[in-house]
């Protein structure tokens, strides 16, 4: 798979060619014993080529890719995809098993902010040490070293070992350094979340202007909203492996897709309580009464309830929420306490049924809580609990297939879709 | 081998400014600074010349046996801190190694550079000797900076291999100074040479530390040239060890990130 959008005609700054890495897992490096034993074959020790027990793990697979000069390439994956060690083989940090990687260029890889800072030395002195470790001159360094002060805003400090910064502090000279390393390619990993908020916006507007300047930058991040701004390519890491590639209105898509997909998955029964009333499955059906886990968004939904009980119970009230994932608040309810109704009486094994006719929800993952109260409406039966769990998606047609929106609004923002008009 | 020199050569702003912050680092926040460059030689100086100058009264070549110790100990102080300081570097460092790439020997190289100033820094003891002992000065002292170059190459020979063994094996941390310590006693620096039975003395000038120590004592005590013999077999041992080890050193290099 190959990134190829912006420019075609320059050569490519980045070009890996079938970029593998594999690494060892448990024991990183043997002891002496194993030295005596083995003297020979041991000073080579990844040469070895008897066969072995150990256990390995492909943190990339035939990777192939290339940058260009002038894109903006986000990498999103899941912890453990394989990006972080992506943007090691890319700044030499570390070779890959097989394949082929060539850089052109000098690349800033801000890996780690403020990676070799020196506790004991100054502010200044970190400065001329960590802007040659990236690669600056010490001339380079000094021509820049006011505007670096400036924008750590740490003029009074700078004289001051940089043991003595606020991590805040610490982090903003490290951002300050790297961004003025003025490379051909800027690599970023998830480096921005870094002092208090007024500072990140500077780093944000840094790199806004950074990728506005036509530059070239690599962004690795798990806020997917920013690599859609700041992103003209995105490459989709999942287990070693690129996915998917191209722009952002293709792969995110795909890559909600699938992270929902994952999230429906783990569908579980609601937990078993020991009480008079049990509910023993939950599930979703659709006009027709069809159970199903996924939805047209603005279609009607049926939230079906099977319960039992140890004995007769009179007149529970039901309580459920529809929320995001995970957070048990929720953002449309439907609960007998407010509505004052309640069935009269359940015995044994039953289905109890909840019917939105139209539930205005944008794609996503929900959840379902739900309670139960006691007839004397102080107690519950049943604790505020996750139920289940289903899907709104697109049509796939239809006037209300995707718009050309943001992501982030459809994904992030209010969920609850409600009909309105812009008047301009 | 040259392209990893023109690399290095690129990153000589780096390796400049690690070794200030070596030297910096090294007596921070210590009371005496740069006087411990001073005290350890000194210490061992005085130490042998009671022992070994007064109790056992060992030959000093005719020269008063504090300067004999001493400059034989400046040159093993400067080796032996090398050693010990320069192979552990790799490992200290893993945050960095581990996240940033640049040529790698440039830590063991910037924590030997900052032992070559501690060691011209108890070099100004020496000078103050010389003077008070009013020993000639002799046109045999322009031998002084090639033996310094071939004891710093010395150096870089055993430490650049070792540091990237260390890498993988941290043994190597514990044995470092077991053996140093074993072969201070296989230099000529408590005793004179000429009490080394003729016999042995073939192995014995195999070790790059016994030509190394000879020459000082021979060009500054006693104003003559080194021994071409010892001398000739420190250079040649020592270059052979920093062919092979700076090699060694750079085959190992990518595999650093992966096992620190």
Same mark, same amino acid.
């Given at each position: 798979?190959?990134?190829?959008?912006? /420019?075609?005609?320059?050569?490519?700054?980045?070009?890996?060619?079938?970029?593998?890495?594999?690494? /060892?897992?448990?024991?990183?490096?043997?002891?002496?014993?194993?030295?005596?034993?083995?003297?020979? /074959?041991?000073?080579?020790?990844?040469?070895?080529?008897?066969?072995?027990?150990?256990?390995?793990?492909?943190?990339?697979?035939?990777?192939?890719?290339?940058?260009?000069?002038?894109?903006?390439?986000?990498?999103?994956?899941?912890?453990?995809?394989?990006?972080?060690?992506?943007?090691?083989?890319?700044?030499?940090?570390?070779?890959?098993?097989s394949g082929h990687v060539a850089v052109e260029g000098r690349v800033a890889a801000l890996i780690e902010l403020g990676a070799g800072f020196h506790p004991d030395l100054t502010g200044r002195d970190n400065i001329y040490l960590?802007?040659?470790?990236?690669?600056?001159?010490?001339?380079?360094?000094?021509?820049?070293?006011?505007?670096?002060?400036?924008?750590?805003?740490?003029?009074?400090?700078?004289?001051?070992?940089?043991?003595?910064?606020?991590?805040?502090?610490?982090?903003?000279?490290?951002?300050?350094?790297?961004?003025?390393?003025?490379?051909?390619?800027?690599?970023?990993?998830?480096?921005?979340?870094?002092?208090?908020?007024?500072?990140?916006?500077?780093?944000?507007?840094?790199?806004?202007?950074?990728?506005?300047?036509?530059?070239?930058?690599?962004?690795?991040?798990?806020?997917?909203?920013?690599?859609?701004?700041?992103?003209?390519?995105?490459?989709?890491?999942?287990?070693?492996?690129?996915?998917?590639?191209?722009?952002?209105?293709?792969?995110?898509?795909?890559?909600?897709?699938?992270?929902?997909?994952?999230?429906?998955?783990?569908?579980?029964?609601?937990?078993?309580?020991?009480?008079?009333?049990?509910?023993?499955?939950?599930?979703?059906?659709?006009?027709?009464?069809?159970?199903?886990?996924?939805?047209?968004?603005?279609?009607?939904?049926?939230?079906?309830?099977?319960?039992?009980?140890?004995?007769?119970?009179?007149?529970?009230?039901?309580?459920?929420?529809?929320?995001?994932?995970?957070?048990?608040?929720?953002?449309?309810?439907?609960?007998?306490?407010?509505?004052?109704?309640?069935?009269?009486?359940?015995?044994?094994?039953?289905l109890l049924r909840c019917s939105f006719p139209c539930l205005p929800l944008l794609p996503r993952v929900y959840e379902v809580w739900g309670e139960i109260w006691h007839e004397d409406r102080t107690r519950t039966i049943v604790?505020?609990?996750?139920?289940?769990?289903?899907?709104?998606?697109?049509?796939?047609?239809?006037?209300?297939?995707?718009?050309?929106?943001?992501?982030?609004?459809?994904?992030?923002?209010?969920?609850?879709?409600?009909?309105?008009?812009?008047?301009? | 081998?040259?392209?990893?020199?023109?690399?290095?050569?690129?990153?000589?702003?780096?390796?400049?400014? #690690?070794?200030?912050?070596?030297?910096?680092?090294?007596?921070?926040?210590?009371?005496?600074? +740069?006087?411990?460059?001073?005290?350890?030689?000194?210490?061992?100086?005085?130490?042998?010349?009671?022992?070994?100058?007064?109790?056992?009264?060992?030959?000093?070549?005719?020269?008063?046996?504090?300067?004999?110790?001493?400059?034989?100990?400046?040159?093993?102080?400067?080796?032996?801190?090398?050693?010990?300081? +320069?192979?552990?570097?790799?490992?200290?460092?893993?945050?960095?190694?581990?996240?940033?790439?640049?040529?790698?020997?440039?830590?063991?190289?910037?924590?030997?550079?900052?032992?070559?100033?501690?060691?011209?820094?108890?070099?100004?003891?020496?000078?103050?000797?010389?003077? #008070?002992?009013?020993?000639?000065?002799?046109?045999?002292?322009?031998?002084?900076?090639?033996?310094?170059?071939?004891?710093?190459?010395?150096?870089?020979?055993?430490?650049?291999?070792?540091?990237?063994?260390?890498?993988?094996?941290?043994?190597?941390?514990?044995?470092?100074?077991?053996?140093?310590?074993?072969?201070?006693?296989?230099?000529?620096?408590?005793?004179?040479?000429?009490?080394?039975?003729?016999?042995?003395?073939?192995?014995?000038?195999?070790?790059?530390?016994?030509?190394?120590?000879?020459?000082?004592?021979?060009?500054?005590?006693?104003?003559?040239?080194?021994?071409?013999?010892?001398?000739?077999?420190?250079?040649?041992?020592?270059?052979?060890?920093?062919?092979?080890?700076?090699?060694?050193?750079?085959?190992?290099?990518?595999?650093?990130?992966?096992?620190?």
């Amino acid at each position: 798979m190959v990134v190829d959008s912006a /420019r075609g005609g320059a050569p490519p700054i980045v070009e890996f060619d079938r970029v593998s890495k594999r690494y /060892r897992l448990g024991a990183s490096h043997g002891s002496l014993r194993d030295l005596v034993a083995g003297w020979g /074959r041991r000073l080579t020790p990844w040469r070895a080529n008897e066969p072995d027990t150990h256990e390995y793990l492909w943190a990339l697979q035939d990777v192939s890719l290339t940058v260009r000069p002038g894109q903006v390439v986000g990498i999103v994956g899941h912890n453990g995809a394989g990006k972080t060690t992506l943007l090691k083989v890319l700044s030499g940090v570390t070779k890959p098993t097989s394949g082929h990687v060539a850089v052109e260029g000098r690349v800033a890889a801000l890996i780690e902010l403020g990676a070799g800072f020196h506790p004991d030395l100054t502010g200044r002195d970190n400065i001329y040490l960590n802007g040659a470790i990236l690669g600056l001159s010490r001339q380079e360094i000094k021509g820049r070293f006011n505007s670096i002060v400036e924008f750590a805003e740490l003029e009074k400090f700078i004289d001051t070992p940089v043991k003595r910064y606020s991590s805040g502090m610490y982090a903003r000279l490290g951002f300050a350094v790297a961004a003025h390393t003025d490379p051909d390619l800027l690599v970023v990993d998830e480096v921005l979340g870094v002092g208090d908020v007024s500072f990140q916006q500077k780093c944000f507007d840094f790199i806004h202007s950074y990728v506005a300047g036509d530059r070239t930058a690599l962004f690795v991040s798990h806020n997917l909203y920013v690599l859609e701004q700041l992103c003209n390519v995105l490459i989709w890491l999942d287990r070693g492996q690129i996915i998917r590639c191209g722009p952002p209105s293709d792969v995110l898509p795909a890559y909600f897709d699938y992270e929902e997909q994952r999230a429906l998955a783990q569908q579980t029964a609601p937990a078993p309580l020991d009480g008079a009333l049990r509910i023993e499955s939950v599930r979703f059906e659709d006009e027709a009464g069809v159970a199903r886990e996924t939805f047209p968004t603005g279609s009607a939904i049926t939230i079906a309830l099977e319960y039992t009980t140890t004995g007769p119970i009179r007149r529970p009230s039901f309580c459920l929420g529809i929320t995001n994932p995970g957070v048990g608040q929720p953002l449309i309810g439907a609960s007998m306490l407010a509505d004052g109704q309640a069935p009269p009486q359940l015995n044994g094994r039953g289905l109890l049924r909840c019917s939105f006719p139209c539930l205005p929800l944008l794609p996503r993952v929900y959840e379902v809580w739900g309670e139960i109260w006691h007839e004397d409406r102080t107690r519950t039966i049943v604790r505020w609990q996750r139920l289940g769990r289903f899907r709104i998606a697109y049509p796939e047609t239809g006037p209300d297939a995707p718009g050309t929106g943001s992501i982030r609004h459809l994904r992030a923002d209010a969920p609850i879709h409600a009909p309105y008009t812009w008047d301009y | 081998m040259k392209q990893h020199i023109a690399e290095l050569y690129r990153h000589r702003d780096l390796l400049l400014l #690690w070794t200030l912050r070596e030297i910096g680092v090294r007596y921070k926040q210590s009371l005496l600074g +740069a006087g411990w460059a001073l005290l350890q030689p000194l210490a061992l100086m005085v130490t042998f010349t009671v022992v070994f100058g007064m109790f056992i009264q060992l030959p000093s070549d005719g020269v008063p046996y504090p300067l004999f110790a001493y400059t034989a100990l400046l040159a093993w102080t400067f080796f032996s801190a090398s050693v010990t300081l +320069a192979i552990p570097t790799l490992v200290n460092n893993l945050n960095l190694v581990t996240k940033i790439y640049f040529p790698r020997e440039i830590l063991p190289i910037a924590t030997i550079l900052a032992s070559l100033a501690d060691f011209f820094v108890a070099s100004i003891l020496l000078l103050a000797a010389v003077l #008070w002992y009013h020993l000639p000065w002799s046109i045999n002292l322009l031998w002084l900076p090639l033996i310094v170059v071939v004891q710093v190459l010395l150096a870089l020979g055993v430490v650049l291999p070792l540091a990237a063994l260390n890498v993988f094996y941290r043994d190597v941390r514990f044995v470092v100074p077991l053996v140093v310590q074993l072969w201070m006693y296989a230099t000529p620096i408590i005793y004179p040479l000429s009490l080394v039975p003729a016999s042995i003395r073939p192995f014995y000038s195999l070790n790059p530390m016994v030509g190394i120590v000879d020459s000082y004592r021979r060009v500054i005590l006693h104003g003559s040239p080194p021994s071409f013999e010892y001398f000739g077999l420190s250079v040649a041992v020592s270059l052979i060890l920093v062919l092979v080890g700076y090699a060694y050193f750079k085959s190992m290099e990518q595999y650093f990130a992966d096992l620190i």
